[in-house]
């Protein structure tokens, strides 16, 4: 169980990630928005896609994780739809789940797993050699991002929008926006569109790890806290498209243990577990702090536990306590992690 803990801290380093067996169990990746697919149109444009899929984890943790399910970023989700029951079937047939694995999802990656977890009665998969016991979501756009909503109106011609368009299309897609980012996956990452995507109820767990290191210009189109590219609401798995900056009413961003700005409400089987306020949404070299959210919960045969470390500030009425996860601050979260996994 420690190895599991470990992981999922990893986890919150890297977006998007690829990932290696858990606590026996293997693990299937879905990746998140790749901007090269709004720019590589050569003819083995399938197999360039799917290389940098998975090199996106980047060279140690690529060879770890067992399998993964590509989309293509330039088409929309539904476009995607034919090619995921493919894969899902290819990995149903394998037998890679059929003693239980799980879902690492990537920022867009949340959004899609949402859409398979949804389609595999419709799809015809065995439940008993597809078995997915728990979806971990990096970062996940599952809600969507205000910041697609401007992509789309800029590519339509909004005057007002136009203006971030040459930054929001470096960020977003790598280049010049056209109406290829509106086509693709983009459109479906609108807060009003992916908030009606295959929301209902799932019986499969899911556990959210958030980062909250905003950025200047970005962030001033999104709704509430983000990490540079998608908002709170959406990563802590928020019901509703609302302005919050933590994944907890109890527990701020920063560990401090007081009211906070958190969700209302969370979809079904969404759960926060992690928070890392100086944590951007493709930060790799990590040292900050993180706070655990939902510790000592069950999540059916999981439980989450792990160490915190408190600290208090002040006196009298200007006292303040902060909770955050026991990690040293001289070490990269992800190397002081992986020697946890491996010894």
Not at 10 to 20: E, I, K, M, Q
Not at 144 to 157: L, R
Request: one cysteine or more; a positive charge; glycine letters at 10%.
């Amino acid at each position: 169980m420690k190895q599991i803990l470990s992981f999922l801290v990893v986890s919150l380093l890297f977006a998007p990630l690829a990932y290696a067996e858990i606590d026996g169990k293997k693990v299937i990746f879905v990746h998140g928005l790749q901007t090269k697919a709004f720019t590589t149109f050569s003819s083995n444009r399938s197999d360039i896609l799917k290389e940098d899929a998975q090199s996106q984890a980047g060279s140690f943790l690529r060879s770890r994780f067992d399998d993964f399910i590509y989309y293509d970023s330039a088409q929309r989700l539904s476009a995607n739809s034919s090619s995921l029951y493919s894969q899902v079937k290819r990995i149903e047939a394998a037998g890679t789940c059929s003693g239980g694995c799980y879902f690492m999802t990537a920022s867009t990656g949340d959004l899609v797993g949402r859409y398979i977890m949804s389609r595999l009665g419709q799809w015809g998969i065995d439940r008993n050699k597809f078995r997915v016991l728990l979806t971990f979501d990096l970062v996940g756009a599952g809600g969507g991002t205000e910041g697609a909503d401007t992509i789309v109106a800029i590519t339509q011609g909004n005057p007002v929008a136009r203006a971030l368009g040459d930054l929001l299309g470096s960020i977003f897609v790598g280049g010049p926006l056209n109406f290829n980012a509106v086509a693709g996956i983009i459109n479906d990452l609108r807060p009003s569109i992916a908030r009606q995507t295959s929301t209902q109820a799932n019986v499969v767990p899911r556990l959210r790890i958030v980062g909250g290191k905003t950025t200047f210009l970005i962030s001033a189109l999104l709704k509430g806290g983000d990490d540079g590219v998608v908002p709170m609401h959406s990563a802590c798995g928020s019901a509703s498209q609302e302005s919050i900056d933590s994944c907890s009413r109890s527990i701020r961003l920063d560990g401090r243990v007081a009211s906070a700005d958190g969700p209302r409400n969370l979809w079904y089987n969404h759960f926060p577990i992690v928070m890392g306020e100086d944590m951007a949404h493709t930060e790799t070299e990590y040292k900050g702090k993180l706070v655990a959210v939902n510790n000592g919960k069950n999540f059916g045969f999981f439980r989450y536990d792990v160490a915190e470390k408190t600290r208090t500030t002040g006196w009298w009425i200007f006292k303040k306590t902060y909770k955050t996860i026991n990690k040293p601050s001289s070490k990269l979260a992800v190397e002081y992690l992986i020697e946890e996994i491996e010894g």
